[in-house]
């Protein structure tokens, strides 16, 4: 039995991933290294955590610490 299994690199693209996700239906897939060997397993709660955090913009208190490091440089 012959099963073509779906897997992303380590560098592939969050939205790439999302629609992955999206146009079949999938649970998790499969990250694989150039070698073919396993690194892990994204779902898609990762990825929208991912995207998440992405999209958030810097706290009040880290842009005044990245203020202090720019007048200290």
Same mark, same amino acid.
């Given at each position: 039995?012959?099963? %073509?299994?779906?897997?992303? @690199? ?5 939205? +790439?991933? /999302? @629609?992955?996700? #999206?146009? !079949?239906?999938?649970?998790? *897939? $499969?990250?694989?290294? %150039? &070698?073919?060997? #396993? #690194?892990? *397993?994204?779902? $898609?709660? &990762? ?6 955090? #992405?999209?958030? %913009? $810097?706290? &009040?208190? +880290?842009?005044? +610490? /990245? &203020?202090?490091?720019? @007048? !200290?440089?």
């Amino acid at each position: 039995m012959n099963t %073509k299994v779906t897997t992303v @690199a380590p560098g592939t693209n969050l939205s +790439a991933i /999302a @629609a992955l996700f #999206l146009s !079949q239906s999938l649970r998790w *897939l $499969p990250v694989v290294g %150039k &070698d073919g060997v #396993l #690194l892990g *397993l994204i779902s $898609p709660r &990762d990825v929208l955590t991912g995207l998440q955090r #992405l999209s958030r %913009k $810097p706290t &009040d208190s +880290a842009s005044q +610490a /990245a &203020d202090t490091n720019r @007048a !200290q440089e």
